[in-house]
């Protein structure tokens, strides 16, 4: 592999250049692998006590700033899923649940791929009502431009943002669900693909035909949004489920394991080279 340094006019992997040089050296002496590297953001919630509120919480990797509550009822970790997960319940007169965290920067330039892996679940709730709505948005501040989950009228993983720009599953989103979705960002309208429960996952090629595909809209985002809605339903509770969320810029950092060592190697080594920067 060869890995040209020193040249600061041009970014690496969506990195700035200074941090995509060092990353390039770990790279090439074998501490940080491709994959690690395109991992853009990653939360498995399980450094968080159970019964304790998201807000404020700041787990995970890659993130810039800790989650926000952005309205309605104040989420929660709780138990489930591989360890603990995020936990949006509502009901009675609490009617919405909304949470946000920031990405390191924007994304959706032409020409880049973006990755999103979570696993979700829409549940608590008597039969099935077509009138709630939620899931994972990715967003530019609290304005989403693109949402993976459940919309109004809807039953189904769905991606999309408002009608007639949504595109529907067969999977109910009462499933617990692997969700994956690439968004590859042309020059106007960006191409979404969405794969619910893929059964292959050891390349791209092998998720197969996607479960649902989008090409009218234009995604651009620099955090992403947890969120649920009871809609018109009065008598119902309703619970949201996450865990495992991934944001990335290539296939494999959806399957990356993420090695905090590695991590603190890279903030090491830009932390000295500020300081050699204050030096000169």
């Known amino acids: ?65 800790s989650w926000g509550n952005v309205s309605g009822v104040q989420p929660t970790v709780m138990t489930g899923m591989d360890s603990r997960m995020a936990d949006l319940s509502f009901s009675g007169s609490q009617d919405q649940s909304r949470i946000g965290r ?43 431009s693109l949402r993976i989950g459940k919309f109004n009228g809807t039953t189904n993983w769905s991606v999309g943002l408002t009608t007639p720009d949504i595109s529907n599953s067969a999977v109910s989103v009462t499933s617990l669900s692997d969700i994956w979705v690439r968004i590859n960002h042309l020059d106007g309208a960006d191409s979404v693909s969405l794969w619910v429960n893929p059964a292959n996952m050891t390349s791209e090629a092998n998720l197969g035909t996607a479960s649902a595909t989008l090409n009218t809209l234009d995604i651009s985002f620099n955090r992403i949004l947890l969120l649920g809605d009871r809609g018109s339903t009065t008598s119902q509770g309703h619970t949201w489920n996450f865990d495992n969320i991934r944001v990335g810029t290539s296939f494999g950092a959806m399957s990356a394991v993420p090695e905090p060592t590695s991590l603190c190697l890279v903030g090491l080594l830009l932390s000295g080279l500020g300081f050699v920067r204050r030096r000169v």
């Open 1 to 65: 592999m060869l890995i040209r340094l020193g040249d600061c006019s041009t970014n690496w992997d969506g990195l700035p250049c200074c941090v995509a040089n060092v990353v390039a050296i770990l790279m090439t002496i074998g501490i940080v692998s491709v994959s690690q590297a395109s991992l853009v953001g990653y939360e498995n919630f399980d450094s968080y006590t159970t019964n304790s509120q998201l807000n404020g919480g700041s787990g995970g990797i890659g993130w810039s700033g």
């Open 102 to 144: 920031s990405l390191g920067g924007t994304f959706g330039g032409t020409g880049t791929t973006t990755w999103v892996r979570f696993n979700g679940q829409y549940s608590n709730f008597s039969g099935v009502s077509l009138t709630p709505y939620g899931g994972l948005s990715l967003a530019t501040g609290d304005s989403e």
